[in-house]
């Protein structure tokens, strides 16, 4: 299983950016899929998730109303997209899955500027 994800970058506080998650060595609309962020000298911690069908979206309420998870399951990719972005944000996004255990794909940097 292979998890990739991009669109990170520097954007200044009030921004936006959209995250991108692509999925391979797995059958992708089988699986929920969930984005992760670690902050220097923090936990990681749970940001957002989204059903296998994306029905069902869920969210921290530290993002609620900010990001909005989505899934294309004919690409084989999660989004995550972000406004209204604050400094607190900055932190290695990741995605990632659970498939007999907890996959992660290589994460993404955001660097949100006051």
């Known amino acids: 299983v292979l998890l990739q994800a991009f669109g990170g970058g520097l954007v200044q506080a009030g921004g936006s950016l959209r995250l991108s998650c692509a999925a391979s060595g797995i059958i992708f609309s089988n699986y929920g899929m969930a984005w992760y962020r670690q902050a220097p000298g923090n936990q990681r911690e749970w940001v957002a998730g989204i059903s296998a069908g994306g029905s069902t979206t869920n969210y921290a309420d530290s993002v609620k109303g900010r990001f909005t998870i989505s899934r294309d399951n004919a690409k084989n990719t999660v989004y995550l997209q972000m406004i209204s972005l604050k400094s607190e944000d900055t932190a290695v996004y990741y995605c990632?899955?659970?498939?007999?255990?907890?996959?992660w794909g290589k994460g993404t940097q955001v660097t949100v500027s006051s």
């Open positions: 990632s899955t659970f498939v007999r255990a907890r996959i």
